[in-house]
């Protein structure tokens, strides 16, 4: 169940990222570290360390496969120089 709560503004996260305890934010406190586990928050405030768990900025797939100049189509040799006539039998 995804809850979300209302004013999740700008305190800390509404979880401990280190015991998952539920931390109560008090508007305009902003807690800097885990009122259970005493966990430093700050690295995960200013993005500095990830949040275990919360959903991480999706890893580039790959770079999707450009389409590029389209090929060709089977280019023709170039054609062969022709021999050196023949010279005229006599
Ligand atoms: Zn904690």
Redesign the pocket.
């Known amino acids: 169940m995804c809850f979300r709560p209302a004013s999740a503004a700008a305190s800390g996260p509404a979880e401990?990222p280190?015991?998952h305890?539920t931390i109560e934010a008090v508007d305009g406190i902003e807690l800097k570290n885990?009122p259970?586990?005493?966990?430093d928050f700050t690295p995960y405030l200013n993005g500095t360390k990830p949040v275990p768990g919360a959903p991480a900025a999706p890893a580039a797939p790959g770079a999707p496969a450009a389409p590029g100049a389209p090929k060709p189509p089977s280019a023709p040799a170039a054609p062969k120089a022709p021999g050196a006539p023949k010279p005229p039998s006599a």
Do not use: M, T
């Open positions: 401990c280190e015991c305890k885990c259970f586990c005493g966990c």
